[in-house]
């Protein structure tokens, strides 16, 4: 097994050279990538966009990152997975030859277990979805499939495809996963969105529902986390070897680290049951003014532009526990302010600016 192990790690560190080698004028673009393919800009660009156009794949969107990236780090707790940057210098495999040498970068130095790729994951979850969606709005009512549809699903499709094959390259090539960790990313993404398809009751739950699910995610992580620890195993093993094989220290954040993108995911959940039970939602979204275009316009792009001057915003890491509570406050206010917070002042401006028209 072990055997088996160090041979498919070696032929990633093999295809991370290569890439590195022959693809070095293309770095700007892998690490535009993996920014971008970030589950942050899910949160903070496409939600907003999403959810004030189509408000049940808003609602799926959220649902699918959050639990698809829970699973992630169940998944990484459970299997182990090694990173490339630190294998190689970890292992005995190249013992009577000299390790190969591959370069890193300031993303390279995530802090959890490798298998399988958040990245890789949460892009083909988010992206399965949008897809789907478009899809789903081509084809109408009549569900009709006409030559304008195929055409469209070919386009959609390859594009989506295409955006997968970039993210998974990009995460080999800064080194931050092996070949198969992206592979198995890209397959259990699609297997989360495809799952959440057939899932109705997120579209309508109660603020009870959300407190229900966010307290059981976090609570079995946390369980698990010290039932393993209480057996001997320390599932934070792999924030040592960042910190030690991470070529420059400043690369290594600690909002990488498991318990950081929890708590980050759970906030965005929690935030999102307060904001669709508030009465500041019910006020605009479902009033007169919500299904008029300017409105959904107007609360597109104050959004974007609030949630922007918001990622600014980056909590204190000098404390652990300081910053994992202001990383869930931030986090929960994202979809408060888009959800209902905006909306609200949104539609009372329009309101004022009707009244002074008549």
């Known amino acids: ?13 093999q295809a991370t050279r290569w890439l590195q080698e022959y693809f070095q004028g293309s770095q700007d673009w892998f690490l535009f990538i993996s920014f971008a393919a970030d589950l942050r800009n899910a949160f903070f ?18 649902w699918v990152a959050v639990i698809g990236d829970w699973l992630n780090l169940v998944f990484k707790w459970i ?19 000299s390790a190969p040498e591959i370069q890193q970068f300031p993303l390279t130095c995530e802090t959890g277990p490798g298998s399988p790729s958040g990245h890789a994951m949460g892009a083909a979850g988010v992206y399965y979805i949008m897809v789907t969606a478009l899809l789903s709005t081509a084809m109408g009512k009549k569900q009709s499939r006409t030559l304008k549809y ?11 495809w295409a955006v997968q094959v970039c993210v998974c390259l990009s995460r080999v090539f800064i080194a931050a996963h092996f070949p198969h960790q992206v592979i198995a990313g890209v397959i259990s993404g699609m297997a989360v969105a495809k799952t959440f398809q057939h899932i109705h009751c997120i579209y309508h739950a109660s603020l009870c529902r959300y407190l229900g699910v966010t307290f059981f995610l976090f609570s079995f992580a946390l ?7 209480a057996l001997g195993v320390d599932l934070l093993w792999t924030l040592e070897r960042a910190r030690r094989w991470c070529a420059h220290p ?25 904001a669709l039970n508030s009465h500041m939602y019910v006020e605009s979204c479902r009033g007169k003014q919500g299904r008029q275009l300017p ?29 994992y509570v202001l990383s869930f406050c931030k986090s929960a206010a994202v979809p408060l302010a888009t959800v209902g917070l905006i909306p609200y002042c949104v539609s009372q401006l329009l309101a004022t600016q009707d009244k002074k028209a008549v």
Request: proline share 4%; with cysteine; glycine share 8%.
């Open 295 to 323: 409105f959904r316009l107007g609360c597109v792009a104050a959004s974007l532009l609030v949630l922007h001057l918001f990622d600014a915003f980056k909590p204190p890491s000098h404390m652990q526990l300081l910053f």
């Open 223 to 229: 369980g698990f986390y010290l039932l393993l620890l």
């Open 1 to 13: 097994m072990e055997a088996g192990m160090n041979l498919l790690h070696d032929t990633g560190i």
């Open 250 to 274: 400043e690369w290594v954040h600690i909002d990488t680290t498991p318990f950081a993108s929890l708590l980050r995911n759970l906030g965005i959940l929690f935030g999102l049951g307060l």
């Open 45 to 62: 660009v496409l939600f907003p966009i999403w959810f004030h156009f189509s408000e049940s794949v808003g609602i799926r969107l959220i």
């Open 79 to 97: 299997l182990f997975g090694e990173r490339p940057y630190w294998w190689v210098h970890e292992t005995d495999y190249y013992r009577n030859t």
């Open 150 to 160: 195929w055409v469209l699903w070919m386009v959609l499709w390859t594009g989506f």
